[in-house]
């Protein structure tokens, strides 16, 4: 089983997580999970934070010569604004920092929530925490998750569908559409609408306002019969909801249809089953269930859409009490983001790909890459003459 912990403060030394359950054999560099933490810092809508930092991952330990080893991997995420932030966050004894003290909740944060559960009266001992920050860690253990898919021939990719009410239904062909989305400031396939989405994050900077949306996370490939059934949390529909619902602001998530399945007769719901006799294979010509049924892969692409409401941290905030004075107060200003949701979908594909990678360890097990291949291919083979 894969399993991690992450620590780290937003404006601590750095982001840190150890992974454990990755099997021996694995090619990993650091170059082929850069290229995650580099998109995730990207998207237009993002703020000041992402030009001070050049998100890199260094592996502690775990890997050799390119290579995982099987132990755990040590992974470290250093933050560069640290530098700015070394006497307010030192781990010293002393006196509470006076600078940067927070005692302003946004409404929409973890603020006052964490400020009240851990009995903080300085908010930035929360929000440094519960900060969207935690996800470059995220999408560091998602690219070695991607990595061991990528032996299995799985891509896990994601694009743009909605910001702010401007969308794009869900595209026909996703790996065209993911790298058409590439090439967009807002990661939408669609440069019309991509066109649109930026001119409404514009207007909303203009009004100190902020804007979340959807994006669409789609799995290529993946075998039938990951997940189960047979267990409620074992369900691979459940695993995959409760790792998007993970991201901070999520508030929403689909799967395949999803809600609007839930407007329509049974006939316009479920996907017929054929055989085709050529390939020998079981073939659906639609794919509203999304790649699951019964909390198992059906062998279609697995597709996801998750919603991510508007930032939090508002140049023009909303009502809310100082919590030292318990007066209203008046707006400050706090450097932020004003839409992250390209950056979101980036994270969106790092923690669903961290859930296939385990639901593939499981059922393929295995100490090497080499064992889990030839499990993989074996169970292909019985389900090619089912
Ligand atoms: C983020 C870093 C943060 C924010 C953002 C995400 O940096 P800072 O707080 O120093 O500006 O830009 O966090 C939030 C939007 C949030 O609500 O916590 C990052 O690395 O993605």
């Not at 794009?168 to 065209?176: G, R």
Request: glycine content about 10%; charged content about 25%.
């Amino acid at each position: 089983m894969l399993r991690y912990l992450n620590a780290g403060e937003s404006h601590g030394k750095g982001l840190m997580a150890v992974l454990e359950g990755v099997p021996a054999g694995l090619p990993l560099t650091a170059e082929c999970i850069d290229v995650d933490l580099i998109r995730r810092q990207g998207g237009y809508g993002r703020g000041g934070r992402m030009r001070i930092e050049k998100d890199r991952i260094e592996f502690i330990c775990g890997v050799r010569k390119g290579v995982t080893l099987g132990n755990p991997l040590g992974l470290m995420v250093w933050n560069k604004d640290w530098e700015n932030w070394k006497d307010i966050m030192s781990s010293e004894p002393g006196p509470p920092s006076a600078e940067r003290v927070v005692t302003r909740p946004r409404p929409g944060h973890a603020d006052l929530v964490g400020a009240i559960k851990y009995g903080h009266r300085d908010i930035r001992n929360v929000l440094e925490k519960a900060s969207a920050r935690e996800t470059a860690i995220r999408v560091a253990i998602g690219g070695v998750a991607k990595a061991l898919l990528a032996q299995f021939n799985m891509q896990v990719v994601s694009y743009t569908v909605d910001i702010g009410g401007v969308s794009v239904p869900s595209p026909d062909n996703p790996l065209e559409a993911y790298q058409l989305a590439e090439e967009s400031d807002v990661r939408c396939h669609d440069p019309e609408i991509a066109a649109k989405m930026v001119e409404l994050i514009r207007s909303a900077k203009r009004k100190g306002d902020s804007l979340g949306g959807v994006f669409e996370v789609v799995v290529t490939n993946p075998p039938i019969g990951l997940g189960t059934y047979a267990q409620w949390d074992r369900r691979l529909t459940a695993r995959l909801a409760m790792a998007a619902m993970s991201i901070q602001a999520m508030k929403g998530v689909e799967i395949g249809m999803g809600f609007e399945s839930a407007r329509r007769f049974g006939s316009q719901v479920h996907d017929d089953i054929y055989f085709d006799k050529e390939r020998n294979e079981f073939v659906r010509k639609t794919n509203n269930a999304g790649g699951l049924e019964g909390g198992i892969t059906n062998g279609q692409p697995i597709v996801l859409r998750v919603a991510m409401k508007p930032i939090a941290t508002l140049y023009t905030p909303k009502d809310s009490v100082d919590i030292a004075t318990k007066e209203p107060f008046e707006a400050t200003v706090e450097r932020s983001d004003i839409c992250t949701v390209p950056a979101a979908g980036v994270v969106g594909e790092a923690v669903i790909a961290f859930e296939m990678a385990n639901a593939m360890i499981e059922k393929f097990g295995g100490d090497t890459v080499e064992e889990m291949k030839r499990n993989f291919e074996a169970y292909q083979q019985y389900v090619r003459t089912f």
